[in-house]
Structures are given as structure tokens and as C-alpha cells.
Nanobody, 122 residues
Framework: QVQLVESGGGLVQPGGSLRLSCAAS????????MGWYRQAPGKERESVAC????????YYRDSVKGRFAISRDNTKNTVYLQMNSLKASDTAIYYC???????????????WGQGTQVTVSS
């Protein structure tokens, strides 16, 4: 069973950048597709970006395309989310997720991290 720990959240001004990291342990990292989700106050959790085991295929929700980039380093058991041109609407708790099925990681992952807060405000 994989454990996920996020880091890198914080307060940033609109237009700024942040890079989130998620370190995985307790499982074979390359057997998992990975994803990032977020949940804003009063809203449902939504998928942000997902990446396949090898990193060949990536998914992004429309509102972050061209601004966010997901990547993974299988030698470090880590997945990243580079967030640029941040907007106030990106404010949320960001969660790392993992699943051995692509359909799972994109819709309802089996494994979750504890979340990291991202606040975009001037």
C-alpha cells in the first residue's frame, strides 16, 4: 500500500508560481498512475492533472491547461505539479493521488495524501 506526502504549498500572489511535490513510499512507484486533485472551500474535490506510470500520457482539466504541468521522477518516487500564472480561483487544498488503474486515478483514486494548502492572494 502506497503512502503519499505532499509539500510545497503556500501563499502566492496572483500571477505567481508554485511547485508541489508528492513523495511516495511503501509501494512500487512505477506500478501507479499518479494525479493531483484539489478542493476549494464549499466545493467538491476535482481532478487537476494526472500522469501515467511512465509519464507518456498526461491529463489536465481545461481550467489549468497551459498553466500547470505534471511530471514524475521514477528514480525519486516523486510526482510534481508546476503551477504558473496562478489565479485566485486556484486557491484550494491540493491532494496527491495514486491508483494502479488509469480510470481510477482520473476519477476516483484508491490512495490519497493529506493535502497541502495553496492560497493565491494579493
Amino acid at each position: 500500500q502506497v503512502q503519499l506526502v505532499e509539500s510545497g504549498g503556500g501563499l502566492v500572489q496572483p500571477g505567481g508560481s508554485l511547485r508541489l511535490s508528492c513523495a511516495a513510499s511503501g509501494g512500487t512507484f512505477t506500478s501507479y498512475h499518479m494525479g493531483w486533485y484539489r478542493q476549494a472551500p464549499g466545493k467538491e474535490r476535482e481532478s487537476v492533472a494526472c500522469i501515467t506510470r511512465t509519464g507518456e500520457t498526461k491529463y489536465y482539466r481545461d481550467s489549468v491547461k497551459g498553466r500547470f504541468a505534471i511530471s514524475r521522477d521514477n528514480t525519486k518516487n516523486t510526482v510534481y505539479l508546476q503551477m504558473n500564472s496562478l489565479k485566485a480561483s486556484d486557491t484550494a487544498i491540493y491532494y496527491c493521488a495514486a491508483d494502479q488503474r488509469w480510470s481510477g486515478v482520473t476519477s476516483g483514486p484508491d490512495y490519497w495524501g493529506q493535502g497541502t494548502q495553496v492560497t493565491v492572494s494579493s
